[in-house]
Nanobody, 112 residues
Framework: VQLVESGGGLVQSGGSLKLSCKAS????????MSWWRQRPGQERELVGS???????NYADSVQGRATISRDNGKEELYLQMGSVKPEDTAVYYC???????WGHGTQVTVSA
């Protein structure tokens, strides 16, 4: 199983970001997938998840700002977030924690 995130980088406060995650080695459309993040000095936390048919759930901290989507044909997972804040600075991970599948993460830094 391989999960490879991309799209991180430096974003200005108030701007938006879009992250992608390419999955391989799994039957992608069978699984709930999620985005997690680890902010500096903090534990890893759930950003949100998406089920095989597209049902989504989000953490309170990103509700209304984040959209998780998936393209089962491309075996890709996406995270879009608007109105980003410096506290959104983190390493963002694509994952299925139940199966212990984790990407290596992509750094997002939001400048004030």
């Amino acid at each position: 199983v391989q999960l490879v995130e991309s799209g991180g980088g430096l974003v200005q406060s108030g701007g938006s970001l879009k992250l992608s995650c390419k999955a391989s080695g799994i039957i992608f459309n069978l699984y709930t997938m999620s985005w997690w993040r680890q902010r500096p000095g903090q534990e890893r936390e759930l950003v949100g998840s998406i089920g095989p048919s597209g049902t989504t759930n989000y953490a309170d901290s990103v509700q209304g700002r984040a959209t998780i989507s998936r393209d089962n044909g491309k075996e890709e997972l996406y995270l879009q977030m608007g109105s980003v804040k410096p506290e959104d600075t983190a390493v963002y991970y694509c994952a299925n924690p139940t199966r212990d599948w984790w990407g290596h993460g992509t750094q997002v830094t939001v400048s004030a």
